[in-house]
């Protein structure tokens, strides 16, 4: 998995280039946190199957 990812921020109102800040192995999956640098909007991805983020 790259360290950056493309996304639609809420906060901003556009795609940006999301960072990831955080990787951790659970019983679920791999846990994903990735972070707006504009903003510090951010949210959590779980394996695909979760996903935090409002866009």
């Known amino acids: ?3 950056e990812m493309e996304h639609e ?3 901003c109102g556009e795609t940006r280039s ?3 800040i955080a990787s951790t192995e659970l019983h679920l999956g791999r846990k994903v946190k990735w972070d707006c640098p504009e903003c510090d909007y951010g949210f ?3 394996d ?4 935090t983020s409002t866009a």
């Open 48 to 51: 695909g199957a979760v996903d």
């Open 9 to 11: 921020c809420p906060n």
């Open 1 to 3: 998995m790259s360290l």
């Open 44 to 46: 959590v991805q779980i």
């Open 18 to 20: 999301f960072w990831k």
